[in-house]
């Protein structure tokens, strides 16, 4: 069973500032780790995949980094917009070989504050 | 839009009966995925089917069962409806099967 662990469950962050949360995901047999966002009353959206170790992506002000050594990324938002409100999710192949499905973790819920 | 399409957008059953959800991938993609959302919950996934084939299973129920038909259309059943099956189930797809997931609105379904 893998474990993809999510860090902090909620977030409360004041707009303009900028926020990190943490995606914990096994170390062994990585293949890829994707991140989505998930807007209420909406349908979760992809936002990166990441398949290399020291791999950084970005989209406008949002940021992801990888580590696949010792198995976390993170997701950065820069200058948070009341837009930006939203849980934000990643996942991992199911057995590890990449085709197989996506195990999630349970999500950050971000809510930026005006 | 995703284009991937789901129908029904909301069920509302009764304990004991038999739903079908159905699902349209995008066109061109080959792989369907099935997710289940409970509260509490995060997205578990159900199924994969790659082409016509299944290709992985995750926690599906005994009670549950999909299909992915020629058109690559999909149809996930679900038998027996018990209160803990009420969930919002969910559809992606993908090209092939290791690329970014396209999801459906998803169907809304409640046991009563």
């Known amino acids: 069973i893998l474990n993809v662990e999510q860090s902090p469950q909620s977030l409360h962050v004041q707009e303009g500032d900028s926020t990190n949360f943490t995606c914990s995901f096994p170390s062994s047999n990585f293949y890829a780790l994707h991140w989505y966002r998930w807007e209420t009353a909406k349908s979760p959206e992809a936002l990166f995949v990441m398949t290399l170790n020291g791999d950084e992506k970005k989209k406008g002000r949002i940021s992801a980094t990888l580590n696949t050594k010792e198995g976390y990324s993170y997701l950065y938002i820069k200058g948070s917009q009341p837009e930006d409100s939203a849980t934000y999710l990643c996942a991992f192949p199911h057995s590890g070989g990449g085709a197989d499905g996506l195990t999630f973790g349970k999500g950050t819920h971000l809510i930026i504050q005006p | ?112």
């Open chain 2, 1 to 112: 839009d995703s284009g991937v399409t789901q129908t029904p957008k909301h069920l509302i059953t009764a304990t004991g009966q038999r739903v079908t959800l159905r699902c349209s991938p995008r066109s061109g993609d080959l792989s369907v995925y099935w997710y289940q959302q409970s509260l509490d919950q995060g997205l578990q996934f159900l199924i994969q089917y790659y082409n016509g084939e299944e290709r992985a299973k995750g926690n599906i129920l005994e009670r549950f069962s999909a299909q992915q038909f020629p058109d690559l259309h999909s149809e996930l059943n679900l038998s027996s409806l018990e209160l803990g099956d009420s969930a919002l189930y969910f559809c992606a797809s993908s090209p092939w099967g290791n690329e970014k997931l396209f999801f459906g609105s998803g169907t809304q379904l409640s046991v009563l």
